[in-house]
């Protein structure tokens, strides 16, 4: 996203996309996800882990987290956390596929 807006601030990125799209996620690593949807920004943590192993699907299993949350009419925080839930348990192994349901994650974590 920065590179599109020509910055190396992310923040300066995410709010030239005011007015340009509905709604968009962005992921910060280490440091969570910020959504935008409409004039709002929402920043979402990381989800936490106890160790970093794979990086490999991180990225594939955030946008299915938000885009079922969106699928389900949740709100746009709610949707952050299940994207970051999913990209947090699939960094936690080796492969780019969750281990265990994360349906029931999400139960765990009252999503």
């Given at each position: 996203i920065c590179a599109l807006f020509e910055t190396q601030d992310i923040d300066v990125a995410?709010?030239?996309l005011r007015?340009?799209?509905?709604i968009a996620a962005v992921t910060r690593s280490q440091d969570g996800s910020s959504l935008l949807a409409?004039?709002?920004?929402?920043?979402?943590k990381?989800?936490?882990v106890d160790k970093v192993v794979?990086?490999?699907g991180a990225g594939d299993q955030y946008a299915a987290g938000v885009l079922f949350g969106l699928a389900r009419s949740r709100s746009i925080s709610?949707?952050?956390a299940l994207g970051s839930l999913a990209a947090g348990e699939v960094i936690s192994h080796y492969g780019?596929?969750?281990?265990?349901?994360?349906?029931a994650?999400?139960?765990q974590a009252g999503l």
């Open positions: 995410i709010a030239a007015g340009k799209v509905a409409g004039d709002t920004v929402t920043h979402v990381a989800s936490p794979d990086t490999t709610q949707c952050g780019p596929r969750p281990s265990v349901s994360l349906q994650l999400a139960a």
